[in-house]
């Protein structure tokens, strides 16, 4: 007869697990401890992690309306605080037909994150629209944000990086587009950066701070909400009141952006 696995391997299988238990207490409690010292700014390794990107005009690239609060919550609620930050959605939602409401809930949402309602713009033309098999005409996708661009004037961008976060190939090409787009000299009013936001692991997405340590250990520009913030974050998120359902109620219960950004500049 076969020995029982932990003993063939001489394990004891109580001992592993409360080697596991501990481990994932001490993880735990260390991470909350890191977490508050950091919103109370007591905590040294944060205090310059996004030190280039404040006090300046910033565009956020996104596809669809909700993506503001669903993945770049916590920089837009921490540059509102110091820098001009304006929205530019590229589509209206209207895969299932309701991108006029989705426009006003666009609107809704910014409000409670801190943007102003005339620093909001949305594309929503018939080249590129919302939907995974959606064929997008970039050339004309350029020339649109080439002209908002000149308009908002902004000295950063921030938007989805080559994974998209989600998978989403409507967010995979918005970070195409502002990468053919951004360009040395192609806009006249001055030096502009390009940031994508990091796309993590399933495993990291969905445990909400306790993927701190992570993120601090990147190196990368990072933000982190206050519990208060998170709220502030979920609350505009309920104002998608179309785009409600069972999981997106998960969604922003467990997932880390909507407590943590973190940013990955693109040379151009």
């Not at 409360?18 to 905590?43: G, P, R």
């Not at 930050?85 to 309701?98: A, E, M, N, P």
Request: with cysteine; net charge negative.
């Amino acid at each position: 007869m076969a020995a029982p696995l932990e003993l063939s391997l001489g394990l004891d299988l109580t001992s592993v697990l409360y080697v596991l238990k501990t481990f994932f207490i001490l993880y735990a409690s260390t991470t909350a401890v890191i977490y508050f010292c950091l919103i109370y700014d007591t905590l040294e390794i944060y205090s310059n992690k996004h030190v280039g990107l404040i006090g300046k005009r910033t565009l956020i690239l996104t596809a669809h309306p909700d993506d503001e609060c669903m993945f770049f919550s916590p920089a837009i609620i921490q540059l509102c605080k110091t820098s001009e930050v304006f929205v530019l959605c590229t589509t209206s939602g209207d895969y299932y037909k309701q991108g006029e409401v989705r426009k006003k809930e666009l609107l809704e949402s910014c409000k409670i994150l801190g943007v102003a309602d005339h620093n909001i713009q949305v594309l929503d033309d018939s080249a590129f629209l919302d939907g995974p098999n959606a064929q997008w005409d970039f050339t004309h996708l350029g020339d649109q944000l080439r002209t908002v661009i000149d308009s908002f004037k902004p000295a950063i961008i921030l938007t989805f990086d080559d994974q998209g976060v989600s998978g989403h190939a409507n967010h995979i090409s918005v970070s195409k587009a502002a990468r053919q787009v951004l360009q040395p000299s192609s806009f006249s009013h001055g030096e502009m950066k390009l940031f994508e936001l990091e796309s993590v692991s399933l495993l990291r997405k969905y445990v909400s701070f306790m993927e701190l340590p992570f993120s601090l250990a990147s190196g990368l520009p990072t933000f982190v909400s206050s519990m208060s913030e998170v709220f502030r974050a979920q609350k505009a998120m309920c104002a998608h009141r179309s785009q409600m359902v069972w999981f997106r109620a998960l969604y922003i219960l467990l997932s880390r952006y909507m407590v943590i950004n973190t940013f990955r500049e693109v040379p151009i």
